[in-house]
């Protein structure tokens, strides 16, 4: 899940209360399936069922286009600083990148809980955390083709196994 859709969830569905967790977590799946980026279509979906067409541009601009408008203003500015970067760049660069993956985390952690009915034991928590560790980093320090689809299928399993005695 992408950082962006952790606060829609927690102020505008939990906080706000503007849909239910199940009609959240159907816009989620259902902006998954499609190209492109699942927090922007949600936002779109989550305007769209608010207010009809016009609320889902009018959210979907005020989603998109502040960032924009920032990146672009930092990239400009920040052009002349990239040719031979500083260390307290790069150190601020560090930074900043573990930040995103400690939101992205935290973003897979609340709608995990929201899917599985917050009834995670700590064992499976553990497990999740390991399989995601272990992704990141073959992502990180391989790239062969073949990575994506062994963590599908390591995944499947897991969810096989975690899931048989459910049915």
């Known amino acids: ?22 009609l959240f977590l159907e816009l989620f799946a259902l902006g998954g399936a499609l190209p492109g980026p699942t927090s922007t279509e949600v936002s779109f979906a989550m305007g769209a069922v608010k ?19 920032i990146m672009t203003a930092l990239g400009i500015a920040s052009a002349s600083l990239l040719k031979d970067p500083p260390a307290w760049l790069l150190g601020c660069v560090a930074g900043v990148s573990a930040v995103g993956v ?43 083709p073949w990575t994506f689809p062994i963590l599908l299928v390591l995944g499947g399993i897991i969810t096989a196994v975690r899931n048989r005695n459910k049915d």
């Open 1 to 22: 899940p992408s950082p962006p859709l952790a606060p829609l969830l927690q102020r505008l569905v939990q906080a706000q209360r503007w849909m239910s967790d199940a």
């Open 102 to 144: 400690a939101l992205v985390a935290s973003a897979a952690k609340g709608l995990l809980y929201k899917t599985c009915g917050g009834k995670e034991p700590a064992e499976a928590n553990f497990l999740i955390a390991l399989v995601v560790a272990c992704g990141a980093g073959a992502f990180y320090w391989t790239t062969n």
């Open 51 to 69: 207010r009809g067409v016009a609320g889902g541009l009018l959210s979907g601009v005020l989603f998109q286009y502040p960032g924009a408008c």
